[in-house]
Structures are given as C-alpha cells and as structure tokens.
C-alpha cells in the first residue's frame, strides 16, 4: 500500500507536491495583512508629507515677517499686516499662502505673534503635537 501524505497528489500514477488548503489560506491572509500595512503607512506619510509643506509655507512667512521687521526697526510684530509682509513673500507671491489641516479646513496664519502659527478657529493648529518639530510650525 502507499502511504499517502496531505500535500501530495496522485495524478495519472505520478506523484506531485501541491499545496493544501490551509497553506494556501495562510498565505493570503500574509498577503492581505502586507497589503493593509502598506496602506496604513502610505497613508500616514501623506500626513507627514501635508505638515512638512505647511511647515515651509510657514518658514516663508516668518522670513517675510523677519525682513519686514529688518527694514521698518520702529514696527512690531503685533502691528503687522498681511499687506505688508505680501512683497516679502518669496516667489512673487500675491496673498499669504493658503495651508489646509489633514481634516481639510482652510487655515490662518496668526501674523502678530513670531514665529507665526497656523489657526484653526482660534485655536493654535499642531497636530504633531511638538512645537518646534518642524511639522506644522516654524522649527528651530
């Protein structure tokens, strides 16, 4: 008699190794599993790739803010107005920069305080928890 064994078929009196039913299954949930992680981590660079832009659209302003306080000594940062810091903006800008939050809000950038911050309502916007991180605000 032959002894048969579960990943082996006898077909037209060969004997084959095939896969069974458990190792197939074992290796589409690997595979679904590989899949939802690389989802999860696209979509959280994503995030990070939103906050590092805002970051710099920041850094412009503050820069701007910088100059502007460089060629008019006898003005404060309290007093600033976007039109004033608009000709510092770089790449001939014509309004300050327009920054969305990851939930898709249009955000402010709060002017008298330096460095600037964003503002969602009235409240200072950081998600990343970190205030000199260099995501979602002006770093070190």
């Known amino acids: 008699m032959r002894s048969y064994r579960a990943n ?9 190794s ?3 039913l458990l190792e197939m299954t074992v290796v ?14 696209s979509t959280k660079y994503g995030d990070w790739q939103t906050g590092r832009s805002a970051s710099e659209q920041l850094r412009n302003v503050y820069s701007a803010q910088r100059l502007y306080l460089s060629d008019n000594p006898t003005a404060t940062v309290a007093s600033i107005t976007s039109a004033q810091l ?3 903006l770089t ?8 920054v969305k939050s990851l939930d898709g809000v249009t955000l402010t ?3 008298d305080v330096t460095p600037p911050v964003f503002l969602k309502g009235t409240a ?7 205030p000199l991180d260099s995501i979602w605000d002006v770093g070190q």
């Open 8 to 16: 082996l078929i006898i077909m037209n009196g060969n004997l084959k």
């Open 18 to 20: 095939g896969f069974t």
């Open 28 to 41: 589409i949930m690997l595979l679904l599993s590989l899949m939802g992680l690389g989802l999860f981590v």
């Open 86 to 88: 608009i000709p510092y």
């Open 91 to 98: 790449g001939d800008a014509t309004a300050l920069p327009v």
């Open 109 to 111: 950038i709060k002017l």
């Open 124 to 130: 200072t916007y950081d998600p990343s928890g970190q």
